[in-house]
């Protein structure tokens, strides 16, 4: 297990040099969501089953869908489409489809095993998350949605059209 989790972590910190260094942000946003399967990976291995799920399921997925639908958003006009076509050929996956691979081979060696996690560390069940969500740490989880509903809503504001003038003054 050892191993799997040091490969999972030097996935996360390949990928996400690679998010930070890609001038592109598309590119940029694909490493980083290999970074955070990597980092799912590693809650795995770690004994936190459901914290990877999530990991996987609101960062890797939610949150990483919308963060490319507002560049989708932002890039408007028949040069963007031209644009989003170049940026995704098929040249540009090989990086995140290889380490994506890597870490679906660890996955499968992991649920292949015996299940258990590294030594020395427990399985956190959800109950013992939830407690810990709405307890001492709900100060932070209302910060953490709070930012997220700011960030929506700057996304909004920046992607709406302007309103059209009034008919008499367009003459």
């Known amino acids: 297990m050892n191993e799997v989790f040091y490969i999972a972590a030097g996935v996360a910190v390949f990928s996400t040099l690679l998010a930070i260094t890609r001038l592109n942000a598309v590119h940029s946003l694909l490493y980083m969501v290999v970074s955070l399967m990597a980092v799912a990976v ?10 990877a799920a999530l990991q996987a399921i609101v960062y890797a997925g939610a949150i ?3 963060f490319i639908f507002v560049i989708m958003m932002l890039n408007q006009g028949p040069e963007s489409a031209k644009q989003e076509r170049a940026w995704l050929s ?3 996956w090989i990086g995140p489809a290889a380490m ?8 499968a060696l ?5 299940g258990n996690s ?4 427990r399985i956190v069940e959800p109950k013992e998350v939830a407690l810990a969500l709405y ?4 100060l932070v989880v209302e910060l953490g949605s ?11 504001h920046l992607g709406r059209r302007p309103p059209e003038p009034p008919k008499e003054e367009r003459s």
């Open 42 to 51: 590693i809650f795995f291995v770690l004994g936190a089953p459901y914290i």
């Open 64 to 66: 990483m869908v919308l």
């Open 90 to 92: 098929p040249r540009m």
């Open 100 to 107: 994506a691979a890597v870490l679906f081979v660890e996955l």
């Open 110 to 114: 992991i649920l292949r095993g015996d």
């Open 118 to 121: 590294l030594p020395g560390t």
């Open 135 to 138: 307890g001492p740490y709900f």
């Open 146 to 156: 709070m930012l997220l509903l700011a960030g929506l809503v700057g996304a909004y």
